[in-house]
């Protein structure tokens, strides 16, 4: 399928508009992530990764959702299109008023694109707090583990490296309140 296609394909079976309606839509919504619409007769594997990225987001736009989850939005590009993809989200956040849940392994995207963050073990969550708070003064032994592993712009600059010990952590522990609205299951 083309881009159009694939993007007329959601407002039709939601049957949002008219023909010519849609096709507005479409063109709108490849402006607003970042593609002009005349490559919008293309098929996906015409476009780069980031290219690809976009679309899938302008996918995800098309039914004016307030909520978008983004899983690994980023994983697969190149540092440069990474922040540009990044910056297109933050855009798109402030613009529609929209409302991520953002899935990912890099903690410093974490830290900068989000404001609250919640941090999963074994597929439980561990702790969850506003990002100030949980990356500054992390309660989990598997929260202290991970921002320990995050690399560091100065090779010279002292590492306290953390190995998590299975040991120290209890898995029946429930999340209790540390301070206003940073919970950690210690």
């Known amino acids: 399928m083309t881009v159009r296609q694939t993007l007329a394909e959601v407002l039709s079976v939601h049957d949002i508009g008219t023909k010519d309606s849609r096709a507005a839509r479409i063109d709108d919504l490849l402006e607003r992530v970042g593609l002009s619409p005349t490559l919008a007769n293309r098929r996906p594997r015409q476009f780069s990764g980031g290219q690809r990225q976009r679309i899938g987001l302008a996918r995800a736009l098309a039914l004016n959702p307030s909520f978008v989850i983004l899983d690994e939005p980023v994983s697969a590009l190149d ?3 990474q922040a540009q993809v990044v910056n297109l989200l933050m855009d798109l956040q402030e613009q529609l008023k929209l409302t991520y849940l953002f899935i990912a ?3 410093r995207l974490v830290e900068h694109i989000c404001s609250r963050v919640a941090v999963m073990f074994l597929g439980k969550i561990v702790e969850m707090g506003p990002t100030a708070s949980l990356f500054a003064a992390p309660q989990h032994p598997y929260t ?5 592993a995050i690399p560091v712009p100065d090779p ?3 590492r306290q490296r953390i190995v998590l010990d299975p040991a120290s952590v209890n898995r029946d522990a429930a999340l209790k309140e540390i301070s206003a609205g940073h919970w950690a299951a210690i």
Request: net charge negative; aromatic share 0%.
């Open 79 to 81: 540092v440069s299109v």
């Open 105 to 107: 392994h890099d903690l």
């Open 144 to 148: 202290r583990a991970l921002l320990s």
């Open 156 to 158: 010279d600059a002292p």
